[in-house]
């Protein structure tokens, strides 16, 4: 049996899946970091004095400059993951303007593949394979470049203030292109570079709330790409948070269109 004014309650995940309705309970609420540290606020004081624009061309600017991320025309990654204690491994491949393709496999067995060849795609898991339709086709079809930020001209781009984004302070910035949904990216006030993403899109009929944390980034030829991404994808069935540690990223490898089939 548990006293109501000694029940402690510990959650253990992404804050801002759970916070604000714990907040609406009227409990007292305590947000620690992954080091057990408490966090004592996650607004930041830091006071916005760049717009929109100066924060992206920042950004690019701080990951090598425009001219050389424009001379990329594809990009393979290798990266290991863990989704339920199973060991994963991920080869992703973009080649420009839009074509993508990422493959997991467990134990050399390929488990999920998913290929986009600039005009459609699919999704093949455990022999089911679905086409890719609607809002999730027509924003794969929208892409311009390997690097969004470098094509935001025409879209919306609002300044929302700014926040903590583990230790660090960051400028909110939503996105909003001309027929498409809001994008919220979060950028470090100190280094430019980009640190979280939050969108949302439909996949075969279900809702589905994607947020990506970028660190780590290192020299790749002449710009630099983060090698630790966190993943968090939240769903009306549930949410699954899974870490992918780049392993090797290689750029204008050589890859060809025949290559997204």
Known sequence: YFNYADTRIVIVGKQEVFLPALKKSGLKVKTFDAYARPVTA????????????????????AIGGEAELKKITSIVQTADFEIQGQKLTATMKLLFPNLESSEISMNGTSVMKEVFNGNSGFQSQMGQKKEITGEELAQKKAKKGLFDQLYYTGNKL???????IGQADAYIVHVTPPAGKKVTEYYDVKTGYLLKEEKSIKSNGTDITQITEYSDYRKVGNVLLPYKINQSIQTPAGNQDFVINVKDIQVNSGIKPSDFI
């Open 42 to 61: 996650t607004t930041s004081a830091v006071a916005v004095n760049k717009s929109a624009a100066e924060i992206i061309s920042a950004y690019l600017a």
């Open 158 to 164: 609002e300044v929302a203030g700014t926040t903590k």
